[in-house]
């Protein structure tokens, strides 16, 4: 099989301007003492390379790989260049109703040794909530998209039942928010023994009790509750690519190899503030995993400063796929996907385990430039 190599520029991307967004505080957080605040340059791009290779290695029949690619340009990323190399037939995909791209690889029985390897540019920057009344009202069909029940994320029965309670007494749509992220907080919690990133099935979590899960339960309930009330929100699915400038080891990436650095944040949209950045996940994971003690209190000095900022504010050293919900992949056999954040793979005999990926054989990797 001939080696294949492809270089393609989305045009979007580099047609786009640059324009910096605010930067915001960060924390310096220590797991005895309070976290020491410190303010970032503003509007400072960071540019990375993003590389993911497939391998497989025990190819014994027709084999098919999904990759999630860069697909999200905004003022808070520029999704840029995207160069590939396979031994089978690879090419770019794109899915026209959610606007995501994805590398597809194709194998016959008779490659020896199939791999696939992407290596993506993007520039990425800080967070930071915009002024009240400084942003224009987006599409009203757009916010609608983005209110619409999923397979695992209902907005109905129990799903709406809790946003109502968990909104109480609140009256504008900030509030309302507020009110949201601070009930996932309290109720919510990191479960590290939950595979991977999660499922986000959000419904099973409210019926059973169990709020616990990982970025992609616990994000996509916030989105659900918001979506349930009419609020558009949305998951925001990536990797983390380099060390956190909070100071926190649980919210950094190691760029040597990112096998396992996926996460899942959440924007929601509020009226004459545009699309605001939201993590509760990450709240819940500072809680449960950076101190030896479960930390309860989202006052508590080590949480504290993360609580704040991830209500409107993200770091930049993240790189988001897409935004992308009940994922059917072209040519696949298998059943469609909650979520589109992992390398997929697929051979006669089914899909192989994404949360594995010292068996499946993929690596990822971030060069900062």
């Known amino acids: 099989m001939t080696l294949v190599r492809r270089s393609l520029l989305k045009g979007a991307?580099?047609?786009?301007?640059?324009?910096?967004?605010?930067?915001?505080?960060?924390?310096?957080a220590s797991t005895s003492t309070a976290a020491r605040r410190f303010e970032p340059q503003a509007g400072a791009w960071r540019t990375f390379e993003v590389t993911t290779r497939v391998d497989l290695v025990d190819a014994k029949s027709a084999s098919r790989v999904w990759l999630p690619v860069p697909s999200v340009n905004t003022a808070w990323q520029q999704s840029g260049i995207h160069s590939f190399a396979s031994n089978g037939l690879a090419r770019l995909r794109s899915d026209s109703l959610q606007g995501f791209q994805m590398l597809y690889a194709e194998f016959t029985p008779q490659v020896d040794k199939p791999f696939v390897e992407i290596t993506s540019r993007i520039q990425t920057q800080n967070r930071a909530p915009a002024a009240p009344g400084s942003v224009a009202a987006e599409a009203a069909a757009s916010l609608k998209f983005f209110t619409r029940a999923t397979h695992l994320l209902p907005t109905d029965g129990i799903v709406r039942e809790t946003a109502q309670k968990a909104i109480a007494g609140a009256h504008t749509e900030l509030e309302k928010v507020r009110a949201i992220y601070d009930w996932i907080v309290a109720n919510a919690w990191r479960e590290p023994k939950v595979r991977g990133c999660g499922e986000g099935d959000i419904k099973t979590m409210l019926e059973t009790g169990n709020l616990g899960g990982k970025c992609a339960d616990i994000n996509a309930l916030f989105v659900g509750l918001c979506r349930s009330v009419g609020i558009p929100a949305r998951d925001v699915y990536g990797l983390r690519l380099a060390p956190s400038a909070f100071g926190y080891k649980e919210l950094s990436g190691n760029p040597a190899s990112l096998k396992g650095a996926q996460h899942c944040r959440a924007e929601v949209y509020v009226n004459g503030q545009g699309w605001l950045a939201m993590d509760p996940a990450d709240?819940?994971?500072?809680?449960?995993?950076?101190?030896?003690?479960?930390?309860?209190?989202?006052?508590?000095?080590?949480?504290?400063?993360?609580?704040q900022t991830l209500f409107g504010g993200w770091e930049g050293n993240w790189v988001a796929w897409n935004t992308a919900h009940d994922v059917m992949l072209p040519q696949s056999k298998g059943e469609r996907l909650g979520f589109f954040m992992y390398p997929v793979a697929e051979n006669n005999d089914g899909r192989l385990d994404s949360y594995a990926p010292d068996d499946f054989k993929y690596q990822i990797t971030a060069r900062e430039i």
């Open 283 to 307: 709240v819940a994971k500072v809680m449960r995993l950076e101190t030896p003690e479960w930390i309860k209190s989202p006052q508590h000095p080590v949480v504290q400063p993360v609580y």
């Open 13 to 28: 991307a580099a047609a786009c301007a640059l324009s910096g967004v605010p930067g915001f505080a960060l924390a310096q």
